[in-house]
């Protein structure tokens, strides 16, 4: 079992920045790939960020493409967001989320992931 919890999220100001933390449990979390994903209210969850443990490739939705981005701290078993620019429509709850599969997956799906956090929520006020 892996347990995440996310932390960083808060309220900020269009053209903000703000980093968000996801600490995980277990004693492999180098070998976890590792995204993050965000809900709007009344929105279906959407791919944000990724990084894949074996390569450490990152991954990005094209509309955050240029302003986050992800890494992580195996040392520390925490991924991180760094969110640059913020906008209004950036307004959501994220959720960090591990995967544990072997082998090639794609990362942008909600389905390739074993494990979520409860989610942190970022608001940007314009």
């Known amino acids: 079992q892996v347990q995440l919890v996310e932390t960083g999220g808060g309220l900020v100001q269009a053209g903000g920045s703000r980093r968000l933390s996801c600490a995980a449990s277990?004693?492999?979390?180098?070998?976890?790939?590792m995204s993050w994903f965000r809900q709007a209210p009344g929105r279906e969850r959407e791919f944000v960020a990724a990084?894949?443990?074996?390569?450490?490739?990152?991954y990005y939705a094209d509309s955050v493409k240029g302003r986050f981005t992800i890494s992580r701290d195996n040392a520390k078993n925490t991924v991180y967001l760094q969110m640059n620019s913020l906008e209004p429509e950036d307004t959501a709850v994220y959720y960090c989320?591990?995967?544990?599969?072997?082998?090639?997956?794609?990362?942008?799906?909600?389905?390739?992931?074993?494990?979520w956090g409860q989610g942190t929520q970022v608001t940007v006020s314009s």
């Open positions: 989320a591990a995967s544990l599969l072997r082998g090639w997956s794609d990362l942008t799906l909600s389905r390739t992931y074993n494990y």
């Open positions: 277990g004693r492999t979390f180098s070998t976890y790939d």
């Open positions: 990084v894949r443990w074996s390569d450490a490739s990152t």
